[in-house]
């Protein structure tokens, strides 16, 4: 059982937890009391105004960790920007988990007895205050983080948004999770909660093209990554984002350009940045894509990327992600040719291609975008098509001449229904032809 494990980490926990809890003083705001058998903290808005309508995070800690700490969330200047309630429930150590994996095979709703308690007290402390339901956070720390995935799968519409440190869950959770935006940690290396309780979850969300779901990995670090995670530029922004009295967000706009130079390594830079005056154009990361697909991707407040080459011809391009999961167009091209960047194919560093190639699209499955790459070595007419499984063309997306070179086409598959797909390239006589799959 996890939490037999998570023993073994109680001092680790105690030291770091120790260190937030005195080293700063808790808000005269701040209080704590019981609730039956649960204990829980709770921080109420500097200048409430029960005329006024608050968000309220929920905190749940990790295995033995059940004491005060300082959240950052109490800080005036976060409190400034995203007025809110604070709840922290504490469970004992010997009345069980925030999560329930030792109900799994009963009924599905069942929740622990320390976590039905503290989501009956949430919803006492929403008829005492003036709380938004469509503003409710869920966030927690290894056992707290395990809690965050059971809630959301057991209670799917509760919350606006969730974030999950070194927890994890059921693969099988995933089509529950998947309706609330979900942001998960874990280190590559951790042995108490090793990744893959978090990844089987995850990649199961990519399997059925949930659209608002995030991993990030931490490659090298173990368990204790709640420090890293916090310190993240968006850690403390993101979730407030999410509203779910919104249906539709608007995408944002914006022309990327993005440019390249070469010592040994390559370095691209991009012009594009964050504007903190508007929610749709609040970028959250930037995607990095090469010719086989994404290498690499770049937290807000960076505008660029050194790395050495893997390969000796190649395409880079650039995609903004906004909080809401929105994708802005795609950067334009640079290409690269044994040690020579260049924006175009017909200057004096044009690259010279000798391969005719359709790639497999990428993500595959996808819903609802994917990104097919193609070359061809000399200037001839292109045709690029989508079949459905009938033969039926569903999509016309390249039918003109084309100069030689590394291209990249983005489909949606908006308006289209789950199931196999095909994607046919014809060039001087030559056709190509790949299967995609189209999952909603």
């Known amino acids: 059982m996890i939490k037999n494990i998570w023993k073994i980490s109680f001092v680790a926990l105690l030291v770091f937890n120790g260190v937030i809890c005195f080293a700063q003083k808790m808000p005269e705001s701040y209080f704590e009391t019981s609730f039956g058998k649960l204990e829980y903290g709770l921080f109420i808005p500097s200048n409430y105004d029960s005329s006024k309508s608050y968000p309220l995070v929920m905190f749940l800690h990790g295995w033995s960790s059940n004491y005060t700490v300082y959240l950052k969330f109490y800080d005036q200047l976060f409190q400034s920007k995203n007025p809110c309630f604070v709840y922290t429930p504490k469970t004992p150590v010997d009345w069980g988990d925030w999560s329930g994996w030792k109900w799994e095979g009963t009924d599905f709703s069942s929740l622990s007895e320390p976590t039905q308690t503290a989501m009956q007290l949430l919803d006492s402390l929403i008829l005492k205050y003036s709380i938004d339901t469509n503003r409710l956070y869920i966030y927690g720390i290894s056992m707290g983080g395990e809690g965050v995935f059971d809630l959301l799968h057991k209670l799917p519409n509760k919350f606006a948004a969730g974030i999950s440190i070194c927890g994890g869950g059921f693969a099988h959770w995933a089509e529950r999770i998947a309706s609330t935006p979900f942001w998960m940690f874990h280190g590559s290396k951790d042995e108490i909660n090793p990744p893959d309780l978090t990844e089987r979850v995850y990649n ?8 608002k779901m995030r991993y990030t990995n931490y490659i090298g670090y173990g368990h204790s990554i709640w420090d890293k995670a916090q310190s993240e530029p968006s850690f403390y922004d993101w979730m407030f984002s999410f509203d779910k009295s919104m249906n539709e967000y608007k995408p944002f706009d914006g022309e990327m350009v993005i440019t390249g130079s070469i010592t040994d390594k390559i370095k691209l830079q991009w012009n594009y940045k964050r504007n903190e005056s508007s929610a749709p154009e609040k ?6 894509f090469n010719s086989k697909g ?31 999961f929105q994708k802005s167009n ?6 690269y040719n044994n040690g020579i960047i260049t924006t175009t194919y017909n200057d004096g560093n044009s690259l010279i291609l000798n391969e005719y190639k359709l790639e497999q699209n990428h993500p595959n499955p996808f819903n609802p975008e994917t990104i097919i790459n193609y070359s061809i070595p000399n200037a001839e007419f292109v045709s690029l098509r989508v079949y459905d499984l009938l033969g039926r063309e569903v999509k016309t997306l390249v039918n003109e001449k084309k100069q030689a070179g590394n291209y990249s086409v983005n489909f949606n598959g908006i308006g289209l229904m789950s199931g196999v797909y095909y994607y046919n390239l014809k060039c001087d006589g030559k056709t190509s032809t790949k299967k995609m799959i189209l999952i909603k």
């Open 204 to 211: 199961r969300l990519m399997e059925l093209g949930a659209t």
């Open 283 to 288: 970028i959250w990361y930037y995607n990095i």
């Open 294 to 324: 994404l290498i690499a991707t770049v937290e807000h407040g960076i505008n660029s990327y050194t790395f050495k080459p893997n390969n000796i011809i190649d395409t880079f391009k650039l995609q903004a992600v906004n909080y809401h």
């Open 330 to 335: 795609f950067s334009n091209s640079l290409y």
